[in-house]
């Protein structure tokens, strides 16, 4: 049989298509690419301050792996459950723009995955680039579960800042030597709060303070006159912490994943939820210094005091140097936290605007109470509690967004009172007396692309103490903030309506009271919270019902097929 062979014609061609092919390897594209991960909830034996445990984890990594993709990809995440626990994944920070299927939260946006079961997380990253994370959203495992998500920008969009040499991600987080779930749910059964945490770590590792910890110790290798993005996150469940690098400034370029005006710092305050980019330079003596976090409590609430540390390693510099510690603010220091916070200003640029809203369609003033209820079985005849406008939030059976979609009654109502239905002296002296709640699953419905107000207050019931609250499906504009009880009549004038830090949590200070504003373009059912797990444990959280708009592009999307069941 003869063989065949191409003609000169057909070979020429086939070298075309070959080249064209490398070619486009070679040329970036500003197209969005699809990036796929598996994520296998596992659970791993892992051993810290000479304790050894079973936690759950993702991938048997601890914390969990990065997400990378750009701005306009696509990211699929697949999210297999092989442990005992129901699981969720939230995206921290991600608008999931019209997806609230996607947002993760179990119970408001979606069931959880059961054991043995699977769920594809798939959603767009849309007009976002910069420093997320994502972790667990059902019960305390995100104590364990969680990771970094880094969005780089479009190919060809610099940075609007020096480019580094290298980057590096900081996950500061907590540590407990006994089951965490166990711990949960002792509280819960007493009506106390669970035992603090015995450590706080950095990358998952507590550092050479404590025992057994000197393998167990994150190093950053830096060569001398470099310059080095660190991206880091507050994973910890309830802690505000302060960071800093002995012998070497910071400069902020960008929180929750928004440009900011660059500012210097010695230190850097950072509550559970936010991120925080600084640029920091390798320009001092090569040797080795610690990269330090401890708590910021201004509050007379004990917490976890201890100090994590990791190094930052200069090349060629031997491992038997020392390091130095940083000079840390005091544990109190609310001077320092305030005149930190002052700094953080939206780049307000013709690339990077902040689209503040002027005018404002909905007047919100929620207070933030703690409280206690009656409880027969718990140890001293009461259990705390956690409000907002006095209502502590009671979770659904089923999710939230799935009730609203398919127009399901009894799930939820949305009469969720604007203000509270009695003011008081908020700040004023301690209130002790009269600390029920009202027990409920009660919504808020905002009209879509109305304009928000919301004033977050603290109060004294019980004590006060700062909180940081997490809105999911928006950022948010910091428009003011101050101590005391918020003036209607005089505090808005103080407002930043030109270049006010956008982010999507905020820490709303010990005492005193936190304006945001936004945009309610995005349909779907959102959750408000305190990201102080254990307030929101105890029902310090609420949720929007943001309603659809005109036609399809303005409307929630259909839920996927895979949907998880309760």
């Not at 290298?166 to 965490?180: K, P």
């Not at 398919?406 to 509270?420: A, M």
């Not at 006060?464 to 428009?479: A, I």
């Amino acid at each position: 049989m003869a063989t065949s062979f191409p003609s000169q014609c057909s070979l020429v061609k086939i070298m075309l298509i070959s080249i064209v092919a490398f070619v486009s390897v070679l040329i970036p594209t500003s197209e969005a690419a699809v990036k796929k991960y598996q994520f296998d909830v596992v659970v791993k034996n892992v051993s810290r301050l000479c304790h050894a445990k079973p936690i759950v984890t993702v991938n048997g990594m601890y914390p969990g792996p990065t997400v990378y993709a750009r701005e306009g990809d696509r990211v699929i995440i697949t999210v297999t459950n092989h442990a005992q626990y129901n699981m969720s994944i939230h995206w921290h920070g991600l608008k999931q723009v019209r997806n609230g299927w996607a947002d993760g939260p179990a119970y408001i946006t979606q069931c959880p995955i059961q054991s043995g079961n699977s769920y594809t997380y798939d959603f767009n990253i849309t007009g976002q680039r910069g420093t997320l994370w994502w972790h667990a959203h059902i019960l305390w495992l995100r104590a364990t579960v969680h990771g970094a998500i880094v969005i780089m920008p479009q190919v060809g969009v610099p940075y609007p800042f020096p480019q580094p040499h290298s980057e590096a991600e900081l996950m500061l987080g907590e540590w407990w030597n006994a089951d965490v779930e166990t711990i949960e749910n002792q509280g819960n059964i007493l009506g106390l709060p669970p035992n603090m945490s015995d450590a706080h770590t950095i990358n998952g590792k507590p550092g050479p303070l404590f025992p057994c910890s000197d393998k167990h110790t994150y190093a950053l290798e830096v060569e001398w006159g470099k310059t080095y993005l660190l991206r880091i996150i507050n994973a910890a469940l309830n802690d505000e912490l302060f960071f800093a690098i002995a012998g070497h400034s910071m400069t902020v370029v960008e929180i929750d994943a928004v440009y900011c005006k660059p500012f210097t710092t010695e230190a850097l305050l950072i509550t559970p939820g936010q991120t925080t980019n600084v640029l920091v330079q390798a320009n001092q003596s090569p040797g080795r210094y610690f990269m330090a976090t401890r708590p910021f409590m201004d509050a007379p609430v004990l917490v976890d005091n201890k100090t994590a540390t990791a190094i930052l390693q200069y090349k060629g510099v031997p491992t038997t140097v020392l390091p130095l510690l940083p000079k840390l603010p005091a544990p109190n220091d609310t001077t320092f936290a305030d005149s930190y916070l002052d700094k953080l200003r939206s780049l307000n640029t013709a690339q990077f605007p902040a689209n503040v809203p002027l005018t404002v369609d909905s007047h919100l003033f929620y207070v933030i109470g703690l409280g206690a209820n009656p409880c027969a079985t718990c140890l001293n005849g009461t259990r705390f509690t956690a409000s907002l406008n006095n209502i502590t939030f009671m979770m659904p059976k089923i999710g939230l967004l799935q009730a609203h979609y398919f127009n399901t009654k009894g799930v939820f109502r949305l009469d969720f009172p604007d203000k509270p239905v009695t003011p008081f002296n908020y700040t004023g002296a301690p209130l002790t007396a009269n600390l029920g709640t009202s027990m409920g699953t009660r919504l808020s419905k905002v009209a879509f692309n109305s304009t928000v107000e919301l004033v977050l207050q603290d109060t004294n019931l019980l004590t006060v103490e700062s909180h940081p609250f997490h809105l999911h499906g928006y950022n948010f504009f910091v428009v003011g903030t101050g101590i005391g009880n918020f003036d209607p009549a005089k505090d808005p004038a103080t407002y930043n309506l030109v270049d006010p830090p956008e982010r999507n949590t905020v820490g709303v200070p010990t005492g005193g009271w936190t304006a945001i504003r936004f945009r309610a373009d995005n349909p779907g059912v959102w959750f408000l919270h305190c990201h102080l797990e254990l307030h929101t444990t105890w029902g310090l959280k609420m949720a929007f019902v943001v309603e659809n708009g005109n036609g399809p592009e303005q409307s929630v999307l259909p839920p996927p097929k895979d949907l998880p069941l309760c």
